[in-house]
């Protein structure tokens, strides 16, 4: 059953947003009434939102989720204990104590999933928070987890690994207070049933009285519809113009607002009160005024009802306030009557054009500079490149002295972006392949501990008439444990290059440094193979014989064969059954790309089946990875999907996967450069470690005799 809101939105046909609001909330009431017993357990809820979750680990494909919509219909909703959340697996597992409703009516609206949630009776502290929450502007209080049982793939969004269900076979839902998937309470719905239709009569019918008497007078309130109550509301006699047409729906809607009491109007003015000062937090953000200047405004305007002319005015007037302090946009030059650019967003979009970093669309008729010098002229107004200041004073056109607007940061900011634009581009020189999903965020340097378990053996027989269930035991495990190591640098650049507005060099240093953060990550991962480290797990090299991972011979079909044979005899610990794990990239030197491409494509012309090849198209083109941290000729290595066994960890720190720059000298006053140079500094600070040696094999193959 539709809301009487949404079948006024409907039905409205010449009214603009503001006055389809205002007339809106002469219903307002009538979709929810605090003094019934089912007020506040209907909502309209998002489900699910398409795309990345915003914990980064899964993808929501629209394709599947549609699919499922029928599981969606009747799904349970559950609230949970903070361990439950929080604990791998799921061991505490879901009491019917802690259902708290059911969804129903799913629909698939192009963004995500939307359904009804009706709350049990028996969650009326959900209900009671909810509506609270609701009233009090703050809608996102509380969010839904999606949880469901499916068939899933990786697939790589971005720089990321991801998961992604491919079929979706059962769906729960958890209310939480940070959902990884946008799930959303919307709005309150009405309860259904004929009494309630009844009371939205009721109220209909007081409004149209109140608000057009002339026409309830000919209404036979006996037999009109509700349908046809909302389409005479709704109905706007067209004025003169349109002051009059405005003049009119406020009468009205003040005349209808009388009819419904004090305790309504009140109830409507706070709720408007409250959605403008949630407009207001966004407006401010999207206005970039400093914090001080946005907090000013906030308490100008806070808890008022305000409209967009007021508000653009007062940030249009902040903004000419905070130019005229900062010296910005005066005239200069001798003779002329040039301005310079306005604010700090103009200045960094101009830099970064000019190293062709990717900018927004807000600054696309924001002109790059010319050159690198031509840059430092026009922040700093040095003409000369002399790298200091008459008497120590800046001229008069410096934004401000020292802050993020100055030529160190501003070139800084945009040499950073140039930086990390190049690194997202970069080839991960094959990384990926062996760690998969398993990024961990470090919080601290303190060591970083992980744990595998090991398996259980085959279920005994049980008679339950006769014998209790056997304890199954507890499960050995292998401790490995890691601290964050911490890579970096400085890059300078210098006065001279600046007077020479040598473009090239920066631009070739900056070019430079992804591709060696990158390698840099990337051999740290492949050198604790190539270098056979140390397993923690057991303290053995990760090949070993005692391993059952390590061969000798050279690149051929049997030996292909050989290494997918000994990966899928690899067992289970504790159980001692066969994992039969399956590689899925062959990491080679250079040197033998020739034989691994034939290996993989060869198809003979068998006379039997004894001198086929087995392994002819076994590995997918992207599983072939020539490995230029590989010097050894001869020696070759195959792994597993880290999607079926860890093999390798990589942690960052606080999850900042690419390297940071930062100004490595503070300029002192007076002067741009110390020693004639700026320096940056850069740092990248991580780690990887191995977590199972099942998914690895190695072959150490001895050079040929000649």
Request: glycine share 8%; hydrophobic share 40%.
């Amino acid at each position: 059953m539709t809301t009487v809101i949404e079948r006024l939105q409907a039905a409205v046909t010449d009214m603009g947003q503001d006055d389809l609001l205002q007339a809106a909330s002469i219903l307002l009431a009538a979709d929810g009434d605090p003094d019934d017993a089912d007020y506040g357990y209907k909502w309209r809820v998002r489900v699910v939102e398409y795309g990345l979750g915003r914990d980064g680990r899964v993808n929501w494909p629209r394709g599947p989720l549609q699919a499922a919509l029928p599981l969606y219909d009747g799904a349970k909703v559950f609230a949970l204990q903070d361990q439950q959340h929080q604990s791998p697996g799921k061991p505490f597992g879901k009491s019917v104590r802690e259902i708290v409703g059911w969804l129903a009516n799913p629909a698939d609206t192009g963004d995500g999933i939307e359904a009804d949630f009706y709350v049990l009776k028996s969650a009326r502290w959900l209900r009671d928070n909810l509506v609270d929450s609701h009233r009090r502007g703050n809608p996102n209080l509380f969010g839904l987890s999606h949880d469901v049982a499916a068939r899933s793939r990786q697939v790589r969004v971005g720089d990321k690994v991801v998961k992604e269900p491919v079929e979706i076979l059962g769906v729960e839902v958890d209310v939480v207070y940070a959902p990884t998937n946008n799930g959303r309470f919307l709005r309150m719905m009405a309860a259904s049933g004929q009494e309630e239709s009844m009371k939205y009569k009721e109220k209909l019918l007081a409004a149209l009285k109140a608000a057009k008497p002339q026409v309830y007078a000919t209404v036979d309130v006996e037999t009109v519809t509700e349908d046809e109550l909302i389409g005479l509301l709704a109905a706007v006699e067209q004025p003169e113009d349109k002051g009059a047409r405005d003049a009119g729906i406020e009468a009205r809607i003040h005349a209808a607002m009388a009819a419904l009491g004090e305790p309504v109007q009140q109830q409507l003015r706070d709720l408007k009160i409250a959605r403008l000062d949630l407009e207001l937090d966004r407006q401010l953000a999207a206005s970039k005024l400093p914090e001080d200047a946005q907090a000013s405004l906030r308490g100008r305007f806070g808890g008022t009802e305000w409209d967009a002319e007021q508000l653009t005015a007062a940030v249009r007037e902040m903004k000419e306030i905070l130019d005229k302090a900062s010296g910005s946009g005066l005239p200069s030059g001798a003779g002329g009557a040039r301005v310079v650019l306005d604010s700090v967003e103009k200045i960094q979009a101009g830099f970064d054009k000019l190293f062709r970093v990717q900018t927004a669309d807000s600054v696309a008729a924001i002109p790059a500079f010319a050159s690198i010098r031509a840059a430092y002229v026009e922040l700093t107004g040095d003409t000369e490149v002399r790298g200091y200041y008459e008497n120590g004073q800046p001229p008069a056109r410096l934004h401000a002295a020292y802050t993020s607007a100055t030529f160190a940061y501003a070139l800084g900011n945009t040499l950073y972006r140039r930086m990390m634009q190049d690194y997202r581009e970069q080839s991960d020189f094959g990384v990926g392949r062996l760690v998969g999903a398993h990024i961990r965020n470090a919080r601290d340097f303190r060591a970083l501990e992980s744990v595998n378990i090991g398996y259980y053996g085959d279920l005994p027989d049980i008679d339950p008439e006769d014998n209790d269930y056997t304890d199954l035991g507890v499960v050995s495990d292998e401790e490995i444990s890691y601290a964050l190591n911490q890579k970096g640098g400085i890059i300078t650049i210098t006065r001279k290059m600046i007077v020479n507005d040598d473009m090239r060099v920066v631009e070739r240093i900056i070019s430079r440094l992804p591709r060696a953060a990158r390698r840099t990550l990337a051999k740290r991962c492949w050198n604790k193979f190539i270098a056979n480290a140390t397993y923690k797990g057991d303290s053995k090299a990760v090949f070993h014989d005692d391993h059952g991972n390590l061969g000798s011979a050279a690149y051929s079909i049997a030996a292909a064969l050989a290494a997918k044979t000994a990966m899928a005899q690899q067992t289970e610990p504790e159980s001692g059954e066969r994992l039969m794990l399956r590689p899925v990239t062959v990491a080679y030197p250079s040197e033998l790309y020739n034989i691994v491409k034939n290996v993989n494509a060869f198809q003979p012309q068998a006379v039997s089946v004894d001198n086929g090849n087995s392994m002819a198209g076994f590995f997918q083109s992207e599983g072939l990875v020539e490995c230029p941290f590989m010097t050894d000729a001869n020696d070759w290595m195959m792994f597993a999907d880290p999607a079926e066994v860890e093999i390798l960890e990589l942690a960052f720190l606080n999850g900042q996967q690419e390297p940071e720059m930062f100004v490595a000298d503070q300029p002192g006053v007076g002067q741009m450069f110390v020693a004639d140079k700026i320096q940056y500094k850069i740092r990248h600070e991580y780690e990887c470690e191995i977590m199972d040696y099942r998914g690895c094999y190695k072959a150490v193959v001895a050079p040929p005799q000649g």
